[in-house]
């Protein structure tokens, strides 16, 4: 098992989400975390990652990495913010119906961003995105698109929603869109300041010695 499976199982064996694994020039040793719905966590309540979330990883962390003797300058452990990645496949099985940014690798209609929310295509591989409208839904258009959803059906009806499939290969970057709207993972304005918050990102340097700063 490489050291990255390793920190990976860390981090999920501790109830957080390993969002991304990062090593940059100077090295540094970026990891990012998220909260799980429905876990509890003993440092605290809420949706988003808490400074006191990347204290207790980054205690873990420290001890894997000098136990697997990972070279590294300083080790990083952040939250994912508000416009969070989609990574794994999990993420895309967890984000359906949020509002998604996608980039694709080759344009499509001369476009690769697109813009939409974030629907199942039918497969684990194979995703949709229902596109916003010009204008608003009718009434009867939105029970549709609603009852579509809920159960799964790949395909809405045309006068509904325009929709972009794609599969996830097709994919050079994908990120939630932030929205605030004072409810869910999307809301609590004190919430929303923290996450952004350079201080939840926990700086750890070894210097000579194997001492940490």
């Known amino acids: 098992m490489s050291w990255q499976q390793t920190l990976e199982r860390t981090v999920t064996g501790l109830g957080y989400d390993l969002v991304d694994v990062e090593r940059s020039t100077g090295g540094l040793l970026r990891v990012t975390i998220d909260r799980l719905p429905g876990q509890v966590y003993g440092v605290g309540p809420g949706e988003f990652v808490l400074v006191e979330d990347c204290e207790l990883v980054t205690r873990q962390l420290q001890f894997l990495l000098e136990v697997e003797a990972v ?19 999990a993420d895309w099985q967890r984000f359906v119906g949020e509002e998604i940014e996608l980039t694709l690798r080759e344009p499509f209609q001369n476009r690769r961003k697109w813009r ?20 608003p839904l009718s009434r009867t258009a939105h029970k549709r698109l609603v009852k579509a959803n809920a159960a799964g059906v790949a395909s809405v009806d045309a006068d509904a929603r325009q929709t972009l499939d794609f599969l996830l290969d097709e994919v050079r970057e994908a990120r939630l869109v932030p929205v605030v709207d004072f409810k869910g993972r999307r809301g609590r304005e004190a919430e929303l300041d923290a996450v952004q918050s350079h201080e939840h990102a926990l700086g750890v340097e070894k210097v ?5 700063l």
């Open 71 to 89: 070279d590294y300058a300083r080790l990083e452990v952040s939250s994912p913010g508000l416009d969070r990645p989609l990574k794994k496949p």
């Open 116 to 135: 939409g929310e974030l629907a199942s295509g039918g497969s684990d591989d194979a995703w949709r995105l229902v596109l916003p409208l010009d204008k």
């Open 208 to 212: 000579d010695g194997g001492q940490d």
